[in-house]
């Protein structure tokens, strides 16, 4: 909007999702200040014109951001997300799995509500979240969330020794239990596993089954659930990022979003 300063964004992390959402946020109307890195010595060629590259939580308040967008990992979510609050930001997670600690949920909660910030928790690489979010209002039954992806996609993970991931001759379900076993065992892979249960009924009675399909070269979700509101499927299927098999496009693609709903003066 004319006269508007753009809005200061911080992200941590400067993986494939981090760089390709600034990206694509080259256009929108917002300053790319920080990115937060373990090691701010190694030299960083492809940082945002302006950026300044940090490695501690308490940094963040020289920088004085609007949004700090986490793109890193589970073990970032709580430092970072307390200093950012703390700072007056408000605090956008991608690493969602991070909140099956119950505590950590807790806290960044409590900090939010001091701070009179907020804590949002971005879809990642899902659709439908936003309905399932607003079913939960008039009652959800049940939540079955299904998670599909290629063999390569699960290498490095407990699912090597579920399946064998190498010879596969069809779709196999090696993982079925509660979405917060799931984030905690395959919290890269499964990550959107949190998301799907903070927005309907829980970790513990959210239902995650985990697939390889030497069959399918996109990853896919499909999100199952009933109750008062009535029935709800969706599915989509997400090619990976070039620089992360283990990460759907659609998770940067909903982070961009996420930000550009702060600056858009029309928002859906």
């Not at 940090?54 to 700090?68: F, M, N, R, T, Y």
């Not at 064998?164 to 379900?173: G, N, R, V, Y």
Request: with cysteine.
């Amino acid at each position: 909007m004319t006269g508007t300063p753009p809005l200061r964004v911080a992200f941590i992390g400067w993986g494939a999702i981090a760089r390709t959402a600034a990206s694509l946020l080259v256009d929108a109307p917002v300053e790319i200040v920080a990115v937060a890195v373990r090691d701010a010595t190694a030299p960083r060629p492809d940082l945002p014109l302006g950026a300044k590259l940090i490695s501690k939580p308490g940094e963040l308040a020289d920088v004085a951001p609007g949004v700090v967008a986490e793109a890193a990992s589970r073990e970032s979510v709580g430092p970072w997300g307390h200093a950012s609050l703390s700072a007056g930001a408000d605090y956008v997670v991608s690493s969602v799995s991070a909140l099956a600690d119950e505590a950590l949920l807790a806290s960044l909660r409590d900090s939010a509500a001091a701070a009179g910030s907020r804590v949002h928790i971005q879809p990642g690489a899902l659709g439908g979240i936003d309905a399932l979010a607003s079913a939960r209002t008039m009652g959800i039954d049940a939540v079955v969330h299904r998670i599909v992806k290629p063999p390569r996609a699960w290498r490095g993970t407990p699912a090597e020794s579920l399946c064998a991931l190498e010879s596969l001759p069809a779709a196999e379900t090696f993982f079925r239990g509660a979405a917060s076993d799931a984030a905690s065992t395959f919290p890269k892979n499964a990550n959107a596993a949190m998301t799907v249960a903070l927005a309907g009924i829980g970790p513990q009675r959210t239902q995650i089954e985990l697939v390889a399909d030497p069959e399918t070269t996109t990853n896919r979700h499909e999100i199952s659930a009933h109750g008062a509101f009535g029935e709800l499927n969706v599915s989509i299927s997400n090619k990976p990022l070039p620089d992360n098999p283990k990460t759907s496009a659609m998770a940067a693609l909903n982070l961009v979003r996420a930000i550009e709903n702060r600056v858009n003066a029309i928002v859906v």
